[in-house]
Nanobody, 122 residues
């Protein structure tokens, strides 16, 4: 099992940057694929980015590709989401999630953090 705690959210102007962090408990962090998701008020949760256990593979939603970068530090049991060129439509609660040794499209994540709010003002 793994517990996830996000941080780094806040208020930023359009065009600005934020870096989200997600710290995980447990000794087998590198065996988990990790993802970032977001949910805006009144909308469904949507996929943002994912990274494999080794960090060698990543995937992005079209809406953030080229602006956001997912990375991980397995020694620190932490995954990051660097968000650049932020837009008002990026405003949402951001969640990190983990799944054991699974990679690909349509992955069902088993563990979720509590979320961190990102607000982008125009």
């Amino acid at each position: 099992q793994v517990q996830l705690v996000e941080s780094g959210g806040g208020l930023v102007q359009a065009g600005g940057s934020l870096r989200l962090s997600c710290a995980a408990s447990g000794r087998t962090f590198s065996s988990y694929s990790l993802g970032w998701f977001r949910q805006a008020p009144g909308q469904e949760r949507e996929f943002v980015a994912a990274i494999s256990g080794s960090g060698g593979s990543t995937r992005y939603a079209d809406s953030v590709n080229g602006r956001f970068t997912i990375s991980r530090d397995n020694a620190k049991s932490t995954v990051y989401l660097q968000m650049n060129s932020l837009k008002p439509e990026d405003t949402a609660a951001y969640y990190c999630a983990a799944v054991w040794k699974t990679w690909g499209l349509g992955v069902k994540y088993d563990y979720w953090g509590q979320g961190t709010q990102v607000t982008v003002s125009s």
